[in-house]
């Protein structure tokens, strides 16, 4: 595997990193690699797996993350995600949240590596596209030094084709879900020592990453870089992505241009029923520090809400802000 292909990614994030999400982040970066929402193995298997999965082609390359601990389902699950196109199938090891933890999922399994490793093996088992696990340094009382090699180890003979880091532990018990993505130190350096002892599996890392050039300095040591709040909150970020990290050109040299690129989607996704908010409430952060950004934010508050808003509403807000500098092109 090219691990150069790993290079940038979006985290997933659930309730954020929806279709509309990664339709909009595609606008931004050709190159950077998407991931849904991590979705059950129950969902995916007795739910509405065109609502749950159904994704637009434009995504590509997008990974179906998937949660989960029962290596029969995962692999069916894998395997139904692999026929709905993915690119990737990913194994949730790192959210911490309650509801994550009584279904035996998500970084509890960090407790539990040659668990994880047999779920891998099914998986590998199950489908040609790569298979990867995201996961912590570690959980509550355990020692990232030996916690994080435990489960690398074993995912990585297991067949897993990339291990993607976040680079803080995970406090299941005393901390929330958010508290988790905050309060635990980072620490990056355990992640490279990872990549130091691992050399031929690709690393990537995770966990507060600012922005693009902090993006840089960490791929001089691992293979890639995952960004997440600061990729959804501020999505101009990413239109540095193909420029600096991939060196080509942007897709679009603006936010208003690749806004202006999202109009035959966002009208073909009206035509189906789906509301305006449902998609622009992901460009919240667009224009960040552009003088009209707090008008353009408003009016889509305002307006874009409405049952009937079409796609003038978001034609209207862009037209309250002024003109950015545009994105560099690489040379």
Same mark, same amino acid.
């Given at each position: 595997?090219?691990? $150069? ?24 970066? %050709? ?21 749950? $999965? ?9 990974? @179906? ?7 029969? =389902? ?32 998500? !970084? *509890? ?25 995201? *996961? %912590? ?37 005393? #901390? ?16 490279? %020592? ?8 690709? /690393?990537?890392?995770?966990?507060? /990453? ?27 970020? @990413? $239109?540095?992505?193909?420029? =600096? ?13 690749? $806004? ?9 996704? #009206?035509?189906?029923?789906?509301? @305006? ?19 353009? %934010?408003?009016?889509? !508050? ?30």
């Amino acid at each position: 595997m090219n691990s $150069l292909d790993y290079r940038f990614s979006v985290a997933p994030m659930m309730d954020w990193t929806d279709r509309h999400c990664r339709a909009f982040h595609r606008q931004l970066s %050709r190159r950077a690699r998407l991931y849904t929402e991590m979705v059950t193995t129950g969902a995916v298997i007795h739910g509405d797996r065109e609502r749950l $999965l159904g994704f637009n082609a434009s995504e590509q390359p997008v990974a @179906l993350q998937l949660g989960g601990s029962s290596p029969h =389902d995962l692999a069916t699950s894998a395997r139904i995600g692999e026929d709905f196109g993915y690119a990737e199938i990913n194994l949730n090891v790192g959210c911490p949240s309650d509801r994550v933890q009584s279904g035996r999922f998500g !970084a *509890c399994l960090m407790a539990e590596p040659q668990l994880v490793a047999e779920c891998v093996v099914a998986m590998k088992s199950a489908v040609r596209v790569p298979v990867t696990v995201k *996961c %912590r340094i570690g959980i509550d009382d355990q020692d990232p030094e030996t916690a994080l090699d435990s489960l690398a180890s074993a995912v990585v003979e297991a067949g897993a084709d990339v291990l993607i880091v976040h680079a803080r532990k995970a406090w299941l018990n005393g #901390l929330s879900p958010k508290e988790n993505r905050d309060i635990p130190p980072l620490e990056y350096d355990r992640v490279y %020592r990872l990549k130091g002892a691992m050399p031929h599996i690709p /690393i990537v890392i995770n966990g507060g /990453i600012a922005d693009i050039p902090q993006a840089r300095q960490h791929l001089v040591h691992v293979d890639g870089v995952m960004l997440g709040r600061a990729a959804y909150q501020d999505p101009w970020r @990413l $239109l540095a992505v193909d420029p =600096d990290i991939f060196n080509e050109p942007p897709p679009h040299a603006s936010m208003k241009h690749a $806004l202006d690129a999202m109009t035959p989607y966002i009208e073909t996704e #009206l035509s189906r029923g789906t509301r @305006l908010h449902a998609i622009t409430r992901h460009f919240v952060g667009a224009f960040h520090g552009v003088p009209g950004a707090r008008a353009f %934010r408003r009016h889509l !508050a305002e307006h874009g809400t409405k049952p009937n808003a079409g796609i003038d509403v978001l034609h209207h807000a862009m037209a309250m802000v002024s003109n950015e500098a545009p994105v560099p092109v690489a040379a």
